[in-house]
């Protein structure tokens, strides 16, 4: 467990006008050598959570020798909308990364929401996998093909995207690597879509962590 005594304080008297009363806070102040001399377990979750919540998605792929992988990722952000264009952060590849040489191999990937209803399978896809296992079958989630898409896609999903593979960027920095997508389609529930063009996620029980 991390140090969390070695840290300073600093306070602060707020005015809340709508109460009309004052109020004490006290923020507790950690600088980054701190930081850095935490346990690794400690300080990985302090800072994931620094960003704050993020959405969950399962990333589907295949390789050359039609073999399928899923693995969950909450990285996903967004590039541009003309053309639409979303990218992923994949972690260092110094470890066998099957999404990531999928992707390489055949330039197509699927993007899928992953709802309340079956975040427990979805979290159990980041298990270690060899690259001939089916993660929808340990994880009892469903293959689906969607307009003659080579990728699979999560039929559990009711929010899904094919993507199209643009660019691979390095990020020296943690030896990471940036993976930019264009949208091929996206298949959503028609109760989503909201007329100013927003997908009502909250209505598609969407998780974020």
Known sequence: ???????????????????????LIVFIIFKK?????????????????????????LIGTKNDNGNPNLAVFNSIIHISSNPARIAFVMRSLSVPRHTYNNIIETGFYTINHVHKSFFKQAHYTSAKFESDQSEFDVCNLTEEYVDQFSAPFVAESTMKIGMKLVEDIEIKEGQCRLIVGEVQFVESKEEYLEEDGQLDLEKANDVCI
Do not use: P
């Open 1 to 23: 467990m991390g140090n969390r005594t070695n840290y300073s304080c600093r306070w602060r008297t707020f005015n809340n006008k709508i109460a009309d009363k004052s109020t």
């Open 33 to 57: 050598e701190q930081i850095h001399s935490w346990e690794s377990a400690y300080r990985l979750k302090f800072v994931n959570s620094l960003s704050g919540y993020k959405s969950v998605h």
